[in-house]
């Protein structure tokens, strides 16, 4: 029995080529969004609503994220990333043909319904990146993952708008949308899924995310026991001696013959499946909310929050405060984003080795972007030229990618639960990032009333809110480290 290869625990030898087709959903998913998101507001006052009307319409997509980030992404670490993602997916797909069949206000309305409550194939998307890769590794991916996914919504506006000049050009962009949609559910469809590690163990209420992570934990040890691509084989004892610590029945499983972890793989597949009791689902979604909700990372949420407004706010009204501060006309102010947005895209890919200079130090890392954000919205806010504003939108662009990257990478470290609450803790996020897209309008137009630099200067306040506690809270995050990184050794 001790004598059977233990291949069923093997290791994948690489995810690079599953890494690659995320990045081609990425990029596919925001450049199919982009075709449409400049023409929303244009079609529904051409179906004859108010701007209030209009006003109110638009914010319904934020409202549903707002509400169902977190549980989508709770959702995603119940039944598995596989089918959550073609769910939503598949269900985006829905909503962009039915806005591309909207010949009214009511069917306007309705096509937002199911992309406000599904559209989280991103989140999901970072969430199976984050279970593909090492803790060390995550910074790199996640940053070339939204570097791919900038360069779709840098083209997409272009082929939209170029849609748009035909007649019923909406109504093309829209099914168009709906196609990429779907061809990328059918991408999503043929990845090497037997590739992704395998971690939910247990969906029922009784079992909290801590636990489980246990039980991932075992599943890991008992894969540097097997081949990796050698006829090595299975040595049980030397793992029960070796991990005495782990009482779950997973690590139990893993220290008994091959065929009996065969048998305990087969069951932790069959747990995830989509068609498992709603009532099951719905428990563990609970659990895991509860236990993210409960756990201390009010800090790093409050600062992605003041972050998310005070960015919004330096671009909430940059058309405007352009052409009355510097005369630009509204196609150099065009030229001017789009020149950010490309720099943003390619500092995805300085995310990495940014990170391997500071030695994964992503406290240290968010504190100096949080600073140099912040000082480079008060210098757009007192710039006296338009050269001033393309030098700090330059460094903007750079400063807000590597941040939002290092603030993704901190809520998973500190996140409680482990790998399996992944999902749940970037849904959180998101939730915290719609809020922001619901005050920013609000405190932009409050703050316009006095200056037409009173959004970014508002923007400086928030963004030094976060440095303070950011500076207050890290000594902390870094003793609670040491204390565990202790424990583990001990």
Known sequence: MNNSKCSIFQKPKSPTRIIQCIYVVGFMDLFGVS????LLSHHVKYLGASPTVAGIVGSTYGVLQLFSSTVVGSWSDVVGRRHSLLTC?????????????????????LARIPVGLF??????????????????????????????????????????GYLTEHEGGFYTSSFVCAAIFLLNAGLVWMLPWSGVPSHRTDTNANSSPSSSSRA???????????????????????HHNNHDHHSHPASTASSSSCPAAHR??????????????????????????R????????????????????IMLYYSNFSLAMEERFQLKPKVTGYLISYSSMLGALAGCLVGPVTQLYGQDMSALLLHSTVLTGSLIFLYAAAPSVWQVLLTSTFFAISTTIGRTCITDLELRRGAGGPRASGTLIGAGQSVTAVGRVLAPLLS????????????????????????LLMARIPKWDSAAHKERTKNKN
Request: net charge neutral; glycine share 8%; hydrophobic share 50%.
């Open 35 to 38: 075709m449409i998101i400049p």
């Open 89 to 109: 997916l598949l269900l985006s797909a829905l909503g962009y043909a039915l806005l591309g069949m909207s010949s009214s206000i009511f069917l306007f309305v």
């Open 119 to 160: 559209k989280h194939s991103l989140s999901i998307c970072r969430a199976l990146l984050s279970d593909l890769v090492s803790e060390t590794e995550r910074p790199l991916v996640m940053g070339h993952f939204n570097a791919a996914s900038s360069v779709g919504f840098i083209l997409g506006p272009v082929v939209g």
């Open 216 to 238: 991932y934990d075992g599943v890991k040890h008992s894969q540097h026991n097997c081949s990796d691509s050698n006829n090595h084989l299975c040595h049980p004892h030397h």
């Open 264 to 289: 305990g793989r087969r069951w932790r597949w069959a747990e995830v499946s989509l068609l498992q009791p709603a009532w099951r689902q719905l428990s563990s979604m609970v659990a895991r909310i």
């Open 291 to 310: 236990h993210v909700a409960s756990s201390d990372m009010w800090d790093v949420f409050l600062v992605r929050l003041l972050m998310a407004v005070a």
């Open 445 to 468: 137009g409050l703050a316009q009333e006095l200056s037409p630099c009173g959004p970014p200067s508002l923007g400086v306040v928030l963004a030094m809110a976060a440095v303070g």
